[in-house]
């Protein structure tokens, strides 16, 4: 019994933690919200199913979690949106003059996650409806 309640102690930390850092996300350019968004989702899935409820219902990012789960899509405009701000960050870097090794790390990392981002499929429009049960 005690088992259980402290894994699901942690599992609502993890989302607590993980939808924390998404409201970051919101206020400092640079750190994403949506995958933390997804993070918190899928951690209430597991220890909070009211928080996942409600993460799923959100005005604001209910579809596209909705839509992650549904078929591992992303919007075009959250692709633009992060590749922009990914090149945002690997100019800032080079503009602060951060070692070579570490922006060229950076940089291929970044263009690894883009590459990865551009491949996953778009919503459908058909997909835009609320699937989710009361």
Do not use: D, I, N, Y
């Not at 607590?16 to 949506?34: A, D, F, I, R, S």
């Not at 199913?49 to 409600?54: D, M, R, S, T, V």
Request: some cysteine; glycine content about 8%; proline content about 9%.
């Amino acid at each position: 019994m005690v088992r259980r309640a402290l894994k699901l102690l942690l599992w609502r930390a993890t989302a607590l933690v993980c939808l924390g850092l998404g409201l970051l996300g919101v206020l400092l350019p640079g750190l994403p919200t949506v995958p933390f968004v997804l993070l918190a989702a899928w951690a209430g899935g597991r220890g909070w199913p009211a928080l996942e409820q409600w993460l799923l219902r959100h005005p604001r990012h209910g579809a596209t979690l909705r839509q992650w789960r549904e078929a591992g899509a992303v919007p075009r405009r959250a692709k633009w949106a992060a590749s922009l701000m990914m090149a945002a960050s690997a100019l800032v870097m080079w503009a602060l003059g951060v070692p070579t090794w570490a922006l060229a790390t950076a940089v291929l990392v970044m263009a690894a996650v883009a590459a990865w981002l551009w491949c996953r499929p778009e919503p459908c429009p058909a997909r835009q409806r609320p699937s989710v049960q009361p």
